[in-house]
């Protein structure tokens, strides 16, 4: 009897679970510390025209340097800081940051887009009309017109609470400026919440750029996509090209933009503003 009381309690405080719970505190607590001490910085990737390499926009992408553990990726980072609502200072900061970046890139003559990505929480939390706030006082603050800034939101965002976030979005786009669903493809895609809510671009994920060589049944579906997107005149950004022949392909299938290591990695704000240099010298020369 005592012996089977025993092992329930073992299990359920399994030694295993109480290292996650006990990493998932820390990580936590040092986010919060992240957030004081400003330990963010963004990267930027860019988004070509796969027509002629030439770039874009980019899009910003969040990176945490932590003094004690390195780089932490967004992909751990954010779903807690979503959990903890810690998401509203992060993307705040983090639009403050790449619009401060975009006027500077603007000044330079450089008049390409930025695309944020923004959370569920952001957009529909208790500051939902803050957000809009925040937006509208950004772009004036730093002299940008609203064309160039993009909003990324995920497919599964739309499925939550939809008249509320029908509601968020259409307020966004007031603004002048476009909404693109990231990761299509993913989540609960249903055909009518892209005639429903006002979006401009679809992201096609990563996932099926992947395998589109190999699976005919991906490039298939790409295809799909791409068609359907431009039935409904909608703008097609395809993520995560590394190949050449990804490129070729997606290309060849009627795929406007895309955005991949075989263009450019994220890049720090600096070597972002160099790779603008470089392609506006090789424009200059490949012209003369
Ligand atoms: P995402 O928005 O879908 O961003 C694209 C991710 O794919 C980025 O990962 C990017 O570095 C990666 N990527 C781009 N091209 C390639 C490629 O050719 N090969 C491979 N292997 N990867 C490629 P990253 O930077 O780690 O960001 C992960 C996710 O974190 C993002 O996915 C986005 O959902 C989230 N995230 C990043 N920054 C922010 C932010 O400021 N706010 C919010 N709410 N989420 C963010
Ligand atoms: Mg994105
Ligand atoms: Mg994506
Ligand atoms: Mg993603």
Known sequence: QAKNDGRNNYRYYSPEMNTHMLERIQLEQRLRQ???????C???????NLDDRKITG??????????????ISPDKFIPIAE??????PIGEWVLQQALTDLAHWHRLGFKISMAINV?????????????????KAL????NIEPQYLHIEITESM???DTEQCMAALESIRSLGLDIYIDDFGTGYSSLSYLKRFPIAVIKIDKSFIDNMLERESDAKLIKAIVMMGQSLELKLVAEGIETHAQWQMLQALGCDFGQ??????????????????????SIAISCS
Request: net charge negative.
């Open 34 to 40: 992240a957030v004081i001490r400003q330990e963010f």
């Open 42 to 48: 963004l990267h930027y990737q860019p988004i070509v």
């Open 58 to 71: 980019v899009e910003a992408l969040i990176r945490w340097q932590d003094p004690k553990f390195g780089m």
């Open 83 to 88: 959990e903890t609502g810690l998401i509203e």
């Open 119 to 135: 959370s569920g929480r952001q957009l529909l939390g208790h500051n939902k009309t803050s957000f809009k706030c925040l937006l």
């Open 139 to 142: 772009l004036q603050k730093n």
């Open 158 to 160: 739309l499925m939550d």
């Open 260 to 281: 991949g290591y075989l263009f450019s990695h994220p890049l720090p704000a600096q070597e972002l503003e160099s790779y603008l240099h470089q392609q506006a010298l």
